[in-house]
């Protein structure tokens, strides 16, 4: 899911993994520029040439042969590759790149090396592989029981006309200091992504605060050196992304495994991949993290 499974949409450094009470500590104005300029590393990160904005296919594998390519005889027809780039061979979970009848171009590269054939990695293994032929790449992906080839170009419509993204103004409202209550043993939850297919998921524990004069609780997976929820609230109804946002953290004061305090910064709330491309698969916020308060900080729905 999250991280470790592809979904994390920006690899930079968060400002929420700073030691929990020099945030608190920091002037409301530097808050405010610190969350202005993650956002915008955050849009960058976005547009990159393999960035979510560059997904152009998401095609499922089958048992048995997909070829790719530009021609129309071909299963999974794309733009800016060769006639005929190869055939991707799906068997018993095992994904083989296979040369078409007239051979390889000389542009097509496996893993950084010409494509004379071979396996393909998929996305939870861990060395991945990548096909690139120019500035298109494609890469195998793993969800339940399914494989589905996952494909960007850089030169995506939805990339080229970015038009850049909408925000809420920084609101120290929405800068909490929850009350972190670890799980023992750690809770499994259920998450269903966009596909439909379910997954469990451990979560160490959950954040629990006051918004708006209501209770609220955020159950919390662990995703590299921080904390990942997946969340929706009320304004999915009107304002943001209707599927939900994705919100990264720091630790709790004391770990995952005592109970402590914990730092949620709702101004870096930001949407799903989903949100930019209908060729991604997300995870949807588990039950007990459908709000019924309104947190309107974070980004807006994109494209409205």
Known sequence: MFGKHGFAVVALAFVACAPMGSLLAQSPAKQAADAQQWRKSYADNLNRPDGWLALVALQWLDEGNTSVG??????????????????????????????????????????????????????????????????????????????????????????????????????????????????????????KNVLGQISPESSPGYAEFQMDGQMVRLDAVAEGDGLFFDFRDATAKTTTDGTGRFLNTGLPSNGVHQAGTLVIDFNYAHNPPCGYTPYATCPLPPESNRLTVAIPAGEKRYLE
């Not at 027809?77 to 061979?89: A, D, F, M």
């Open 70 to 191: 530009s021609a129309p005889d071909n299963k999974l027809k794309l733009l800016h590759v060769p006639t005929h780039v190869g055939v991707l061979r799906q068997h018993d979970g095992r994904v083989e790149f296979l040369a078409p009848p007239e051979g390889v171009s000389p542009s097509v590269l496996l893993d950084g090396k010409p494509a004379a054939g071979g396996f393909v990695n998929a996305d939870d293994s861990p060395h991945p592989s990548e096909i690139v032929t120019g500035d298109v790449r494609m890469t195998v992906i793993h969800r339940g029981d399914s494989y589905y080839v996952r494909v960007k170009d850089a030169y995506a419509p939805t990339r080229i006309h970015f038009k850049g993204l909408k925000w809420y103004p920084d609101d120290p409202k929405y800068r909490v200091t929850a009350k972190w209550v670890p799980y023992s043993p750690e809770k499994t939850l259920r998450i």
